[in-house]
């Protein structure tokens, strides 16, 4: 699967970097998410998935590969 985001939708809460660190990142600038890993990648843990479900700007999506 790989992650899309929606830099213009997030508003750098920062949620999902704590759930995901390997994964996610935000911006010095601007706070505003940035991907770590573009995948493709897989989420055996199902913390990536945690993650994009928990934000608070439904920011975050998956698709398939
Ligand atoms: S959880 Fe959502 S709003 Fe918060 S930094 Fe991540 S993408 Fe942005």
Do not use: K, W
Not at 2 to 11: G, K, N, P
Not at 42 to 51: F, K, R
Request: with cysteine.
């Amino acid at each position: 699967m790989r992650i899309t985001i929606d830099r213009e939708a997030c508003v750098g809460s920062g949620q999902c970097v704590l759930i995901e660190p390997a994964v996610f990142d935000q911006n010095d600038d601007d706070g505003l998410v940035e991907l770590l890993d573009e995948g493709p990648l897989t989420d055996p843990t199902g913390t990536v998935e945690d993650a994009v479900q928990r934000c608070p700007a439904a920011a975050l999506g998956l698709s398939p590969d």
